[in-house]
């Protein structure tokens, strides 16, 4: 299986801050890498799909990049809706495997 | 506005079959492939597998020897059964669309709003 292993967990930020999660594959998944966002008690919701392709209706303060191993999604101004947990998924093989999460709180 | 609703026990017997299923409203079930995902209280997601209406499967090995995803496309869903559950298969359980691009470009969107299950006696 591909692990997906995403730090910092958990992650303390400020309404304003600029935030990166990053998340490493142990082998090469091209860019066959999704993010989606959490909120507690809610099912996932699709925030970054291939990488770096933001889904719609998705603020444009989010972002995604990486290819390869290395990903990272980026908020860049947090705002009080982000505070949430943060997967990483890849599609490259099944079993398709999750990031282990990143639990993003307010400092 | 393809939606995902999911149904079945919340509460299931050690060693008996957990079964589930997932209607999908807004598409046909024939457009996407299907999938399940599950995440234990407190824990992470674990993908269990996924289903296309021409009959592919796809299983976790984690799984596998205890999984089936059956599609019924005149009812426009699809259902989940796990057999000889232990108190490690509690967990909310989600359906989910796969969106797929190429064969290994896709990704789950949208989600069911998930259901919990408990294992216990």
């Given at each position: 299986d591909i692990q997906m292993t995403q730090s910092p967990s958990p992650l303390s930020a400020s309404v304003g801050d600029r935030v990166t999660i990053t998340c490493r594959a142990s082998q090469n998944i091209n860019n066959y890498l999704n993010w989606y966002q959490q909120k507690p008690g809610k099912a996932p919701k699709l925030l970054?799909?291939?990488?770096s392709n933001l889904q719609s209706g998705v603020p444009s303060r989010f972002s995604g990049s990486g290819s390869g191993t290395d990903f990272t999604l980026t908020i860049s101004s947090l705002q009080h809706e982000d505070f949430a947990s943060y997967y990483c998924q890849q599609s490259?093989?099944?079993?398709y495997t999750f990031g282990q999460g990143t639990k993003l709180d307010l400092k | 506005q393809l939606q995902l609703q999911e149904s079945g026990p919340g509460l299931v017997k050690p060693s008996q079959t957990l079964s589930l299923t997932c209607a999908v409203s807004?598409?046909?079930?024939?457009n996407y492939y299907w999938t399940w995902i599950r995440q234990p209280p407190g824990k992470g997601l674990e993908w269990i597998g996924y289903i296309h209406y021409s009959g592919t499967t796809s299983y976790n090995p984690s799984l596998q020897s205890r999984v089936t995803i059956s599609i019924d496309m005149s009812r426009n869903q699809f259902s989940l059964k796990l057999a000889s559950?232990?108190?490690?298969?509690t967990a909310v359980y989600y359906c989910a669309a796969i969106i797929r691009r190429v064969a290994a470009l896709n990704w789950f969107d949208p989600w069911g709003q998930g259901t919990l299950v408990s294992v216990s006696s």
């Open positions: 970054v799909y291939a990488a490259y093989y099944t079993p | 807004g598409d046909s079930i024939n559950v232990t108190a490690a298969d």
